[in-house]
Antibody, heavy 120, light 107 residues
Framework: QVQLHESGPGLVKPSETLSLTCTVS????????WNWIRQTPGQGLEWIGY??????SYNPSLRGRVTISVDASENQLSLKVSSVTAADTAVYYC???????????????WGQGTSVTVSS | EIVLTQSPGTLSLSPGERATLSCRAS???????LTWYQQKPGQAPRLLIY???RRAAGLPDRFSGSGSGTEFTLTISRLEPEDFAVYFC????????FGQGTKLDIK
C-alpha cells in the first residue's frame, strides 16, 4: 500500500522560498506522475505541477516560481516555491496519477497535507 | 483555459435521498479526462470517479458518474451518513483545473 507523507516548515516569511518534501513509502516512482496540489479556503484546489521520469510541467499561473524534483534514492519528491507572498498560504498535498493514451486515471493516492503560512 | 463550474454550491439532503451534483466545463472536453473527488474535513481528497463514469477501486456502486461534452454529473443514489462531504470535479489538461466544489450537507 503506497503512502505519501508531506513535511516542511509550517511558517515561511514573505519573499523567501517555501520548501516541502513528500516521502513515498510502499512503492516506487516508476510509471506515475507525481504532483503537488494546494488548497486555500478562498481559491479551492489548485494544481501546482508534476514530475514524471524527470520531465516537469507546472501550472502557468505559477511558472517561474516553482521547481519540482525527485530524489529516487531517498524516495522523496520535493517542491520549491520562490518569492512567496501571503497568497501562497495553503495546505500543500502531494499526490500521484497514471495516464495512458486512453484515460487519465485520476489522483488516486494523496498525502495527508501540510499547512504552510506565509507571514513575517 | 477551461473553467469548471460546479452546482449547486451547497446541497442539503437527508440520508436515503438521491444526490445529483453538476460540473459544467466552459468548453467541450474529453470524457476520458474528467474525475470526481470527495473531501471530508481535515482529510485529503479521495478519488471517486475517473474517465467521467468509471468507479475507483472499492467505491460503492451507489456512486455513479455520467456526462459528456460540457455537462457532467455525479450521482449518489441513496445517501449514507458518511457521504456528507465536499465534492470536486477535476479535468486533466493544461492546468489540471478543479471545480470550486459542492458541499453536501445533512438536512
Amino acid at each position: 500500500q503506497v503512502q505519501l507523507h508531506e513535511s516542511g516548515p509550517g511558517l515561511v516569511k514573505p519573499s523567501e522560498t517555501l520548501s516541502l518534501t513528500c516521502t513515498v513509502s510502499g512503492g516506487s516512482f516508476a510509471s506515475y506522475y507525481w504532483n503537488w496540489i494546494r488548497q486555500t479556503p478562498g481559491q479551492g484546489l489548485e494544481w501546482i505541477g508534476y514530475i514524471h521520469y524527470g520531465e516537469t510541467s507546472y501550472n502557468p499561473s505559477l511558472r517561474g516560481r516553482v521547481t519540482i524534483s525527485v530524489d529516487a534514492s531517498e524516495n522523496q519528491l520535493s517542491l520549491k516555491v520562490s518569492s512567496v507572498t501571503a497568497a501562497d498560504t495553503a495546505v500543500y498535498y502531494c499526490a500521484r496519477y497514471q495516464r495512458d493514451h486512453y484515460y487519465y486515471y485520476g489522483l488516486d493516492v494523496w498525502g495527508q497535507g501540510t499547512s504552510v503560512t506565509v507571514s513575517s | 483555459e477551461i473553467v469548471l463550474t460546479q452546482s449547486p454550491g451547497t446541497l442539503s439532503l437527508s440520508p436515503g435521498e438521491r444526490a445529483t451534483l453538476s460540473c459544467r466545463a466552459s468548453e467541450s472536453v474529453s470524457n476520458s479526462y474528467l474525475t470526481w473527488y470527495q473531501q471530508k474535513p481535515g482529510q485529503a481528497p479521495r478519488l471517486l470517479i475517473y474517465a467521467s463514469s468509471r468507479r475507483a477501486a472499492g467505491l460503492p456502486d451507489r456512486f455513479s458518474g455520467s456526462g459528456s461534452g460540457t455537462e457532467f454529473t455525479l450521482t449518489i443514489s441513496r445517501l449514507e451518513p458518511e457521504d456528507f462531504a465536499v465534492y470536486f470535479c477535476q479535468l486533466y489538461g493544461y492546468s489540471h483545473t478543479f471545480g470550486q466544489g459542492t458541499k453536501l450537507d445533512i438536512k
